[in-house]
C-alpha cells in the first residue's frame, strides 16, 4: 500500500503526487476519468519519453544526462523516481551566476543535437518538423484575431516564416523543456522530467528555443537567455543551415509566448507580456544575431 505525502496536481486531467512507493519517495501521475483520450495517450508517450531518453543516456555516457525510472506503470497511471534537487536555475538567478549552470544545460543540448533521430513517433505536437513553418502562419493569425499582434506584425512573421519550412530538420527532443521545471541537477548530471510532449521528429532546436523563451519571459535579465543561446551556438555543431532552422523554432515559439503572456496575466497572474512584446520586436527584424 503506497501512502500520499503530497499532491503536486489534481484538475479533472491528471492527478500527480508524491507517494512512498516501497520505501522509496516517488512520483505517481494518474489519469483521471474525465481526462481526454489525447491527454491519457500523453501520459503513454511520458512513459515513452522516459525510456527513450533513458537509452539516450546508457547509449551516451558522457552526456552526463540522468532520467528518473520508471517503477510501475498501468493503463491509466504511472509510478517513477522523485527526482529532488536544484532547478538549473532559478527564476531570481543573478546572470553572473545563470551563465555557467545554463552552459552546462547548453552543452547537453549541443551533444543531443548530434544524435540522429530514431524511433517509432507516437506524438506529434507544435514541435513537428513538418508544420512547424505553417503552425507560424497560423499562430500568427491567431494572435492577430484575439488583438495580441498588430497586422503588420502578423505578415511579417509570415513573411520571415514562408523562406524558412525547407530548411527544417528532424531531432530529438524533450519538446517542453524549461530550465526552471524540467531540468534538474542530481547527482552530478542533468536529470530531465515531464516527458509529455516529447518525439524523435521535432524540429531542430525546438529545446533550445523552448528554453530560451521561458528564459526570456521569467528571467531577471534578458541577458539570461542572450547568454544561455550564444553559449549553446559555440557547443553546437555548425549544421547546415543552422541559423535559418534556429531563427524558425526561435519565431514560432515567440508567437505561442505572445498567447502564453496574454493567458497567464488573466489566468495566472503573471506579468510578462512587455517581455513578450519586445523579443517579438527584435525577432521580426529577421537577425538571429540580436537575439543573443
Partial sequence: MTETTRILQDNEIFKVEIIDWQGKKAVKKTAKTTA???????????????????????????FGLCVPEVYELAENYYTREYIEDQPIVRESTPPVDAKPELEKLARLLADI??????????????????????????????????GIISQDQTEKAKQIAANLGEYLRP????????????????????ALIDFENFTPEAARYFDVAWSYTRLWSFAVSTDVPKQFLASFLDHAEPAEHREEQLFAVILQRTL?????????????????QDRAAELLSLILKGDLKLLY
Fill in 113 to 146: 543535437d548530434r544524435v540522429e533521430p530514431y524511433g517509432e513517433v507516437r506524438f506529434v505536437g507544435s514541435s513537428n518538423y513538418r508544420r512547424l513553418h505553417a503552425s507560424i502562419s497560423e499562430w500568427a493569425d491567431e494572435n492577430l484575431g484575439a
Fill in 171 to 190: 531531432r530529438i527532443a524533450h519538446g517542453d523543456m524549461s530550465p526552471y521545471k524540467h531540468a534538474y541537477f542530481h547527482g552530478g548530471q542533468i
Fill in 256 to 272: 505561442g509566448m505572445q498567447y502564453d503572456a496574454f493567458y497567464d496575466v488573466k489566468n495566472k497572474g503573471l506579468h510578462y
Fill in 36 to 62: 481526454p483520450e489525447s491527454r491519457v495517450a500523453r501520459l503513454k508517450n511520458d512513459v515513452y519519453g522516459m525510456e527513450f531518453f533513458a537509452d539516450l543516456a546508457k547509449k551516451h555516457p558522457h
